[in-house]
């Protein structure tokens, strides 16, 4: 039982942030889920201090989908300006920012520079907080591939890949924050480390995708130059319970995947069980 009685979840509409709002209310919270759909807007301030009211804890899984360096830059500092000065005012208890494994560890990647500008926002902000830092979700392994796909060979950075469900992510979330305040930071990482080259081969073959997988030594990962293992965690604090086989029958697979895809990798899978 926790002694928080309370969460807001910014971003509470979004791919983590509903399940995290769906796990807390499970553990007997009041939870709201806050974002421009229900009138709370962290860039602006927005419906922010009515949103803090006796809030607790607060876990922070919104996002802006760009690499844009200027505009992200813009939107996570002036979220945390408006975010922090409400939750000193609230008396909030505990801030959990998610952020992704390596951001303190490779440059070039304007969306990991991002995050690890959100991160030192969150440890000066004067509010105890945790930093949970997430290795990729399952769900983006389809915008991954994309983004390495020229014709139909998929060229991949030489380094280890350790991808998650999101539905383990908002389990490890939820019970983060529930717990004391670390005012550090923790790790969440799938079963299984493996290269990228190797996990792009599975989910091709499970999803009956032509691509071919293959290392390229000269892939960046959208600008960051990796070492081996710049982006999967030594020792997780928290791992995930799903495999990738279970997660392509999943029904967050299923709004990831293209209709066809999901039909494959399900009926590839009921084949592999029988
Ligand atoms: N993708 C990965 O593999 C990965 C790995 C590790 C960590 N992460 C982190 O995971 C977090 C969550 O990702 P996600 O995929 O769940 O994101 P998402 O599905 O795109 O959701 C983003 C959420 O942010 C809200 N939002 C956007 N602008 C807002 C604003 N101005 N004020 C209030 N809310 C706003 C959106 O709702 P409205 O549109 O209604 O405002 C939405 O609820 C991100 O911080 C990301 O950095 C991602």
Redesign the pocket.
């Known amino acids: 039982m926790s002694a928080y009685k309370k969460a807001v979840v ?8 509903a399940k995290v709002v769906t796990r807390l209310k499970e553990a007997g919270l009041e939870v709201i889920a ?4 229900t009138h ?4 602006t301030g927005q419906g922010l201090m009515e949103a803090l009211q006796d809030a607790d804890v607060v876990v922070d ?5 760009t690499f844009d360096p200027e505009t992200l830059k813009t939107f996570f500092r002036a ?1 945390a300006e408006h975010i922090y000065a409400a939750e000193l005012a609230a008396g909030v208890k505990h801030h959990v920012t ?3 494994v390596g951001v303190d560890g490779v440059r070039g990647n304007p969306y990991f520079d991002a ?1 690890l500008g959100q991160e030192e926002l969150a440890r000066a902000s004067g509010v105890p907080f945790t930093i949970a830092r ?4 399952f769900e ?1 392994l389809p915008t991954i591939a994309a983004g390495f796909t020229k014709g139909e060979t998929t060229g991949l950075p030489d380094a280890l890949f350790r991808p998650i469900a999101a539905d383990d992510v908002a389990t490890a979330l939820a019970a983060i924050a529930l717990a004391p305040p670390r005012n550090s930071a923790v790790s969440i990482a799938g079963l299984e480390s493996a290269s990228f080259e190797h996990w792009f081969k599975r989910f091709f073959d499970l999803t009956q995708d032509p691509r071919q997988a293959e290392t390229d030594q000269a892939a960046t990962y959208f600008g960051a130059r990796l070492q081996p293992c710049s982006i999967v965690p030594a020792a997780p604090d928290y791992i995930g319970a799903m495999c990738l086989e279970h997660w392509v029958t999943s029904p967050s697979a299923r709004s990831a995947l293209s209709g066809d895809r999901y039909a494959h990798a399900t009926s590839e899978i009921s084949k592999q069980i029988q």
């Open positions: 910014f971003g509470g509409s979004g791919l983590i942030g806050a974002s421009r759909r709370v807007d962290t860039t899984v919104s996002d802006v989908p979220s998610l952020s992704i995050k997430a290795t990729q979700f983006f």
